[in-house]
């Protein structure tokens, strides 16, 4: 059974509830790959094993990568079954059923996640699991699923309790409130359906006071989660709801992780959405650590960003311990980008078996310490870890800098003792180095290095 402890987070004197499972499930962050942003809707049977095959071939699952996940668009777009009331997968997609594809996933060694939404329906407009969630996870069970992605598309108004717009989706009022009033002044964020066809409502802002916990958002996502927990079955559950309503306040409780901002995009991948949801994240890290994390959103190495980029993003994501979810296609994949996402110095940080918690900054940079800046985000990070702190120097400017990693600055490092250094991306030492260690850092690329005990 699973069990809940309590743990201290570091944000003010906040502490939050931890769900443990069994076995260690959710413990550290996952490992895998996501469909969505590698096929969007067009997905099926064979591009899921042809993902699942290419995790093992190419040395994904002995890196640690586990989990093969089916994002939205596998069900029968019509409804349930009359009788049961259960989801139906589209078996012209899956003729195998989810079952069926369940059971050749783990054939490999590996484990099987599926996707829903926690609303009427999904945002590609399949049926959601709204008013079904103790049937659809005795179904996800009895198919043999690990992971749930759960989504936050089309809630009904009952399910909404603060300001919100809908600009154009006709189920709904422009503005509305369930309790309290609206003005058409009420500043409001719009979310919208993966084809931009299509928009629907999305909801409310942050208000210093409110008890999160409390509200409708936080409670449907707990009743799946009573759901996945009443199961024979142990279902890693990941609540996609876009950082609504403080998930970070609360998400601990709920799941083993939270998405703590909207979508990181798909097709090719934006530079500025990354450093979008980096600057958010790095003033969220102290909800991070054992069987609780900040969700950034799923890994784009291979949709478009550069080399640089791509160095970036993976490390950062890493090093703020958020799962790491493949979202491309891994035969394309070059071999590259395969070292990027199997760099074995980053996963083991982000897999820590002794300490949870993630890197933070530790200085600005260009800014004041503590700015929020969504196209200049925290350039300076360290992390203590089991082997060492490990220190990254993120450049966002569009120019090569001279960036150093100064001890007397780095939280975990004495500014009085040489250090053993190693560079993360070749792999090579550095050498035993006082002071401080420098690095040439190009436009949009992250250097990253291994400080281990002290040398002198």
Known sequence: MARISIFAALYGASTVLGLELPNGVGRLPALGWNSWNAYFCDVDQSKIMQAANAMVDLGFKDAGYEYVVLDDCWSEQGGRDPVTSRLVPNTTKFPDGMSGTADQVHDLGLKYGMYSSAGTMTCGRYPGSLGYEMIDAETFAAWGVDYLKYDNCFPSPEWIDDCFACNGDPNFDSVGKVNGSCTDETPVTSYYSWNNTSPFCAYEFPVDGVNYTAKY???????????????????????????????????????SSWRMSNDIGFGDASWSRILEILNVN??????????????????EVGNGLSLEQEHSHFALWALMKGPLLMGTDLTNLTQTQISILQNKYLLAFNQDPIIGKPARPYKWGINPDYTFNSTHPAMYWSGASSNGTMVALLNPTNETMMMSAVYAEIPQLDAGKSYPVTEVWSGESVGCKSDSVEAEVAAHDTAVFLFGEACS
């Open 282 to 299: 790095s003033f969220l890290l102290d909800w991070t650590d054992f069987w609780g994390r900040n969700d950034p959103d799923m890994l």
């Open 217 to 255: 958002t936080a409670l449907k996502f707990k009743i799946m989660e009573r759901a996945l927990l009443a199961q024979n079955r142990t279902i890693l559950y990941s609540l996609c709801e876009w950082g609504v309503d403080q998930v970070w306040t609360w998400g601990n409780a709920t799941g």
